[in-house]
């Protein structure tokens, strides 16, 4: 039990999922603009969102692969073994994205993105042989994501956290 309760907070912490703007949690990316195309930043921002989401598909299904769509093989990877490493202490995490705010986008260079976010996240961590919960918490971010552009197509090759705020449940006792 030890192990599992580990597992996950350390899973907490290096969990960096994703965003989307407040006016479009629930909702699908942002539509063209009147003249049919999307602007730079639009997509990277949809981006951000299809990652997010494609993230948290990820991780109920225990499986990363499409997460290939928003990002790069290195970040897809990253995914994957935290997935992975949950998997082992025989956890997987279901998380809900409940607010997103762009704080910022840069556009560094055609190639290079820079985008700030507020997120907050609902987790719960359910044990796969029972199905059964075994630990659940919200954490509110403030990251940053790092864009690339390879093939005209913008992905998430990186993510810093700046900050976290961890809510725990009513009745929660820290590992001592």
């Known amino acids: 039990m030890i ?47 299809l990652y997010d989401s494609l993230l948290a598909k990820g991780y109920i299904t225990q499986n990363m ?13 990253k995914a994957y073994y935290h ?17 997103l705010k762009f704080t910022d986008v840069k556009i560094l260079s055609p190639d290079n993105a820079e985008v700030g976010t507020e997120e907050k996240w609902d987790y ?3 044990n796969t042989a029972s199905g ?16 690339i552009k390879l093939s005209g197509k913008w992905l998430v090759n990186d993510i810093d956290v700046k900050q976290t705020k961890e809510k725990h449940p009513e009745g929660y006792k820290p590992l001592s």
């Open 124 to 126: 719960r961590y359910i």
């Open 65 to 77: 692969s499409p997460l290939l769509e928003a990002a790069t093989e290195k970040r897809a990877d």
């Open 132 to 147: 059964k919960q075994v630990y659940e918490n919200s954490v509110d971010y403030k990251l940053t994501y790092r864009l």
């Open 3 to 49: 192990r599992i309760l580990v597992i996950i907070l350390i899973a907490v912490l290096s969990v960096t999922a994703c965003e989307q703007d407040k006016k479009t949690v629930g909702t699908s990316p942002e539509k063209p603009k009147e003249t049919g195309a999307f602007d730079e930043e639009t997509s990277i921002k949809n981006t951000v969102i």
């Open 83 to 99: 997935m992975a490493a949950l998997g082992e202490g025989k956890v997987k995490m279901d998380m809900k994205l409940n607010e």
